[in-house]
């Protein structure tokens, strides 16, 4: 098999290699490629693995994950080593956090009146930092709501304003289609939406059919709309030529 094609990977090995495994993290749908170095892990292996966000444990779904595209290879994440008893305590007294912060902010947001609604909160397997991700239609004053997080879980509470589209994708679940959010699973980049796509596919412009979770138009109306604008084009000169 020749070398991907138009990358800065051209060239390089395409050799499929085994040393690489997918990792779930929480209750993700996709799996997360993990290189395992010298080491071995078998499928339901928990896995201590350094993310952007910082060290996560995981649990090995599927090993070997046979991979061969060398940017595939260049971009898996590194695992530390095979989790440990105090690794396994530490996630389940983050999963403990999350739930009581989650619901600890939205009843303090309540309290203090404030014009917004908490999402989702993510702390460090560490315990020293928490992200509270939230959605606002204006701008919010959450000094005092951070001092009493902060407070109240002995960590540093940080604010992420998301929006509306962000907030379905952390949040997940199941779309019209009937399946998993695109927006949670691997679409990461959001194009503009417009009316205009569902004109075009002659879909029905009630709102509950062509929105999604987030109550946006549907991400998926822009992916085939290239094809139906071209479609669209060659119509009038067939029809003279039939004519």
Known sequence: MSG???CSFKGMSTAIENNFVGVRFREE???TLCSTGE?????????LVELESGQAVGKVEQSPMPVFKPCQKSSAIRIIRAASEEDRRLLERQLTNE???RRFGRERVRNLGLEMKISKVVFALSGESAQFYFTSESRVDFRGLVRELSQRFSTKA?????G???EAGLIGG????GRTLCCSSWLKDF???SIQMAKRQNLSLNPSKISGQCGRLLCCLAYEDDQYKRSSAKKPQAQLRAS
Do not use: E, Y
Not at 39 to 47: E, I, Q, T
């Open 4 to 6: 991907c094609q138009g």
């Open 29 to 31: 749908t996709n799996l």
């Open 39 to 47: 080491h071995l892990f078998a499928k339901g292996d928990s896995v």
């Open 99 to 101: 739930d009581t912060a």
């Open 158 to 162: 940080h604010m992420v304003q998301v």
């Open 164 to 166: 509306a589209r962000d």
């Open 174 to 177: 199941i779309g019209v289609c």
């Open 191 to 193: 194009k503009p939406i």
